[in-house]
């Protein structure tokens, strides 16, 4: 298995060519990688979902979405201003009719772009339509090979199904599928049989995150249910990280925690690159919801270089040290803290913080890491 990292670095590997284009878009603060939220329409209701729009509300909130020319513009500043990689996500974009006039024009500006969708709508024309126009990635989630666990989650009967046609159909023209899981309460007991399911498949990668954050609106959906519900608890969380091939990477910082927290470096939504929303608000990252400014209101570039006092005092942050928390914390060498879901969990004012989640699962790296390393002495 691969765990994977946060979004907001996507497609920005670890090769020398890359990694100077991202230090040097760091030091100049250039928006190389932008996630661009087309819809919160979805033809699924995930139950973990942080964005999806429920079923019934898809007419009020589309004549809010930005439209197509808008969107043009928007990309054409953003290509202006450095943008590489961008990141076409939902909700589901193939509910917009105008998907693929959205990505041609990504294509003729330059991008290297990523397709997130849940495949239930690619049918033969999408996928040759799609397929020509040559996107780095199409990105899918699974979340069970069995596919009564899968359709429960996505809460729409033969889902599992139609996205299995729909991996059939991406491979067949060549496109590069990238399968992504959700680690939670409902299909942490078959992830072995997943997993091979993805070997089987023979997709270009498949990864897996174990974090389900809060929604990004704050609601509470009409079942009563908030997708923390579905959460591994510390005890399921250190049996997957036990079982998962990822956690023999482990390589914490060693040291007093003063210096660790000294040499490590956070995450940096706002640093190369940001969200923006279907109704055209920007922010830091898919999670970190203070708003940068709005493009119907303000050009991106205006914003992006005279961001908001908050803003500001997030990109002060750069170094764990930098947190009040961190530099005492036992932890600090096996976190991977995200400001954006603490700042959901936690609320504006304190998602400076200890971030409890990323402290469970460092908690639970500890004590993996301190079991393996008994062993191998």
Request: proline fraction near 5%; charge should be negative; charged fraction near 25%.
């Amino acid at each position: 298995m691969i765990f994977e990292g946060c979004a907001q670095n996507a497609g920005l590997g670890d090769e020398s060519l890359m990694a100077l284009i991202s230090a040097k878009a760091d030091r100049n603060r250039t928006p190389l990688n932008v996630h661009l939220e087309l819809t919160y329409r979805c033809n699924e209701q995930c139950v973990h979902c942080y964005c999806v729009v429920e079923h019934g509300r898809e007419q009020e909130v589309r004549r809010h979405e930005l439209t197509l020319e808008e969107i043009r513009r928007l990309l054409d500043e953003l290509a202006d201003m450095g943008g590489l990689y961008l990141t076409l996500s939902g909700g589901e974009v193939m509910v917009r009719p105008d998907f693929f006039d959205i990505a041609e024009h990504a294509r003729r500006r330059g991008f290297v772009y990523r397709v997130f969708t849940n495949g239930i709508g690619l049918t033969e024309a999408k996928v040759e339509r799609l397929a020509a126009l040559e996107p780095l990635t199409v990105e899918l989630s699974i979340f069970s090979a069995d596919p009564e666990v899968h359709d429960a989650i996505t809460r729409v009967p033969g889902s599992f199904r139609r996205l299995m046609a729909a991996i059939e159909r991406l491979q067949r023209h060549g496109l590069r599928v990238y399968l992504k899981t959700t680690v939670m309460k409902p299909n942490l007991a078959g992830l072995a049989k997943l997993d091979q399911l993805g070997k089987d498949l023979g997709v270009f990668t498949h990864t897996y995150s174990c974090e389900v954050s809060p929604r990004v609106d704050g609601a509470v959906p009409r079942d009563g249910h908030v997708p923390q519900e579905y959460q591994l608890d510390s005890e399921e969380l250190f049996q997957y990280l036990r079982d998962s091939a990822w956690s023999e990477q482990l390589d914490p910082q060693a040291g007093r925690p003063e210096d660790v927290a000294l040499q490590r470096g956070t995450c940096g939504p706002a640093t190369n690159g940001c969200c923006i929303d279907p109704y055209g608000n920007v922010y830091p990252c898919v999670a970190f919801r203070i708003p940068i400014g709005n493009v119907r209101q303000t050009p991106f570039r205006q914003l992006w270089t005279a961001p908001p006092p908050a803003i500001r005092d997030l990109l002060s942050v750069q170094r764990y040290a930098d947190l009040p928390e961190c530099s005492s914390c036992e932890l600090v060498g096996f976190c991977n803290r995200c400001h954006g879901d603490n700042l959901l969990e936690r609320g504006e004012g304190e998602w400076k913080r200890c971030h409890e989640r990323a402290r469970t699962v460092a908690g639970a790296n500890r004590r993996l890491y301190q079991i393996r390393t008994a062993g191998r002495s």
